[in-house]
């Protein structure tokens, strides 16, 4: 019998199988990963954001007429003709008029800003018997007080000639927050009778802006 047979038929030592079942067992570990492991989680199925809202409300002082920056529109820009700051009332010389309106925000954000830009002064009409006066917005004269009555420091106080180049910037409001602004406007005593008949006429915008 050769050397090769007489070693095949020894019997195998047991650290040679153990070696062998080892061996296949981390083969397994690497192949199939771990047997178990800690877990937890958290899921958000609720995430979101939203845009606030500017709207712009104006009242005259009993609350009868309300105009809002939505009205009639849909660029969030409106006119309102039914509210008169100036009162419309025919004055004599020395005679003055007052009118209080009330700015609420009934929107949802603080805007940044808060402005009141008047326009133009620009006088029609003519007296009877003698030339018109053309210089009548310059003699208008204008208090403006943020407050519900004339008290207190106006705002503006001039005439209406120089309101155009004095844009006023107001106090920013508040969601649902609202303040009120008086208007005073009061003619000369020593207007002479080519300002009998005349009118001044004056447009104005009050504007958020965020």
Known sequence: MSLRSRLSKLPVAPSVVVAGVLGTTALALTTTGTLSAFAASIQNTVNTTTTGSLVLQEQNSDGSVTCLSTDGNTTNASTCSTINKYGGQSLAPGGSTTTTVKLTNQGSV?????T??????????APQGVPAATDFCSKVN????????ATGTPIYTGSLDTFTTTPQTLTALAPKASQAYTFVVSMPANLGNGYQG?????????????
């Open 110 to 114: 603080t805007p940044k800003t808060f």
């Open 116 to 125: 009141l830009t008047p326009g133009n002064c620009t006088q029609s009409g």
């Open 142 to 149: 204008l208090n403006v007080y943020a407050a519900a009555t």
């Open 198 to 210: 005349l009118t001044a006429s004056q447009p104005m915008t009050w504007a958020m802006s965020s």
